[in-house]
C-alpha cells in the first residue's frame, strides 16, 4: 500500500519565497559606508543589477543569501524573511 501524496508531502514547502528585508539591510550596509545601491552592492561582491533584482522581490540562490549574510556578519534569517504573499 502506497502512502497518499498528503502523507509524503508532511511538513515541506513547496516553492516557498524569501525576500530581503531592505530595512535591515540598508542599516547594515550604511553602517559599513554604503549608501548607494551601488556600493552596497559592491559590499556584498555582487552588481547593481542583481541587487536590485532582489530588492524588488526576487528569490536570490541559497548561495548568494548566504554569501550576503556572511559579507555583512549576520545570518542569513537576519537578512531574509519568509515571502507570506
Known amino acids: 500500500m502506497s502512502a497518499a501524496p498528503s502523507e509524503i508531502n508532511r511538513g515541506i514547502r513547496v516553492a ?3 525576500r530581503l528585508r531592505t530595512d535591515v539591510f540598508d542599516t547594515l550596509t550604511g553602517d559599513r559606508g554604503a549608501t548607494t545601491d551601488a556600493a552596497r552592492a559592491r559590499l556584498c561582491g555582487m552588481d547593481r543589477v542583481n541587487l536590485l533584482r532582489i530588492r524588488k522581490g526576487q528569490t536570490p540562490s541559497l548561495e548568494l543569501a548566504m554569501h550576503m549574510a556572511t ?3 549576520v545570518k542569513v534569517e537576519d537578512l531574509f524573511e519568509q515571502d507570506t504573499e
Open 71 to 73: 559579507r555583512l556578519g
Open 16 to 18: 516557498s519565497r524569501i
